[in-house]
Each structure stands twice: as C-alpha cells, then as structure tokens.
C-alpha cells in the first residue's frame, strides 16, 4: 500500500503542470503524451529482461503498456483541451469502479465487499466534486475523454496483476521496459497526425516540466503503482486509485491561487479512508 500512496502523492502535483505549462498553453498535447512516454521507455530500458519473461507473456506485456499508458495518456492528456486541471482530478472518481467490475468479470462473480468500498471511495471524491466545483457538468466531451482514459488504465492495472503472477521468475524492473516499448508505440500514430514540427516550440520551464513528468509521474510512480497494486487486493487497489483525487485538488486549487474549500476536501478524504478501512477488515476477515 505504502507504494500507492507514494505515486498518488507523486502524481498529484502533476495535473496543474500539464495544465499550466504544457497543453493549457498551446503545446500539443499528442507531442506531449509522446515526450513522456519516450523518456520513461529511456528510464527503464537499461533493466529490460526479455530472458526473465517466458515468451508467452511478452506480448500481453507489450499489450498492457499498450493500453494502460499509450491509450490512457493519449486520451487523458486530450482532456487537458477541454478541462482544467481540478476538473481532470476530480473526473477520475470512477476509476476505482471500473477497476472493481473488471476484477469480478474477470473472476466471474461479485465480491459485494469490494463493489461498496469503490462506491464509498467515489462518493467520497463526489463530496469534493460538489463542495468545489461550481459546473458539475463540466464539458461533455473532455469527460468522456476521461472515462476513456480511466478505463484504460483500470484495465491495464488489473491485466497486469494476472499477467505477473503466470510465472515466479519475472520481477516489476525486469518488464517495465517492455509495457513502455508498447506505449512509445501506441503513442507514435497519433503525435504523426497532429504534431508539426515547424510549429513545435519549447521554453526552458517546458523542457523541465516534459523532463520530470516523463521521469518521475510517468516513469518511477507508473512502476510504484503496477509493482503496489500486485502487494494488495483488488479493493484496496480500487480505493486507492481515489486516494489522489484529494491531494491533486489541493496541489490546483492551492498552487495555482484558487481559493480551495477545505470541508469538502477532508470529508471527502475521511470517505476514502473509510472505504480502506472496509475493505481491509473485510479481507482480513475473510482469510
């Protein structure tokens, strides 16, 4: 869990940078998704394995970085055109139910337990939503851009916990490489059909912003949180996709001079580790 709540940490100051650095000032955002998933195949290249993953799972590997990061930030980055950065945080409140109904489909039944505590988790981040945000509605189409990406990365997650546990002699750092091999590639389409190079500009701040986001957010948090969410079950890994909604709204709100309303946020929090709470005594219990 520690892993988790480092990369939801990690990733929460990382919404108003794209926002107001990057894609809310002009930069394309297919370039951007790019930039960053190149640097984190760079970051990860020197400890690719491919002798330590049995043949059988390498294409689903390259599948998994497919979907999980190539689509995912494809399509989230693409919001940025159409909401601000707290909208972004708090339009990821469904995630914890996407990766919940993936779980038991994938098992073939209904874990009650872990289905209430994704729903105590969202409720939680809709206190926040409805405390803090004037227009709940926000833009239609920037929200299902979003929904798009969060079903990804939902999807990824838990394909990745299968995938990993097929064979003992595969570690986290030995195939990362490989997931972001298959997200540059999934990247690459779209940047050739939007990005011009002529009109390409890059300042300093931007350089530095690409260069810590592709590193760090994209790169160490992405392998904290596939390598946390093998470490914990699928409830706890449902709720804690929430557990940055809070932290990024503080860091947009508060960083970027908008006046936060602090009630909503730590009821909204209190929600959350309520919904841990839940799960893990239901687990516990259980075993």
């Known amino acids: 869990m520690l892993y988790l709540l480092i990369a939801s940490l990690i990733w929460a100051f990382s919404f108003g940078l794209i926002k107001h650095v990057l894609v809310g000032v002009g930069m394309d955002a297919n370039f951007v998704v790019l930039v960053r998933l190149a640097l984190s195949f760079l970051l990860f290249l020197p400890f690719l394995r491919l002798k330590r993953i049995p043949p059988a799972n390498r294409l689903p590997l390259f599948g998994i970085g497919i979907v999980q990061y190539g689509l995912m930030y494809t399509l989230y980055i693409c919001s940025y055109h159409f909401l601000a950065a707290h909208q972004i945080a708090l339009f990821t409140i469904f995630t914890p139910i996407y990766v919940t109904l993936i779980h038991n489909a994938r098992r073939k039944r209904f874990e009650s337990v872990f289905f209430l505590s994704s729903l105590l988790a969202v409720a939680g981040a809709a206190m926040i939503v409805v405390g803090t945000e004037t227009d709940t509605r926000g833009t239609l189409y920037g929200f299902l851009l979003l929904q798009g990406a969060n079903l990804c990365f939902a999807l990824g997650q838990v394909w990745y916990r299968v995938v990993m546990k097929r064979s003992e002699t595969m570690r986290d750092l030995d195939v990362f ?107 516990r219990a259980r075993q």
Do not use: H
């Open 177 to 283: 490489g490989l997931l972001y091999l298959g997200a540059v590639c999934a990247a690459v389409l779209p940047a050739c059909l939007t990005v011009r190079p002529a009109e390409l500009s890059c300042t300093l701040p931007q350089a530095l912003t690409l260069l810590y986001l592709g590193t760090i957010p994209s790169g160490v948090a992405f392998f904290l949180w596939n390598a946390g969410a093998r470490r914990v079950n699928a409830g706890t890994m449902a709720v804690l996709n929430n557990a940055k909604v809070p932290l990024a709204v503080v860091c947009s709100l508060v960083l970027f001079g908008e006046d936060p309303r602090w009630m909503p946020l730590l009821a909204g929090g209190a929600a959350l580790v309520g919904a841990v709470i839940v799960n893990e005594r239901f687990t």
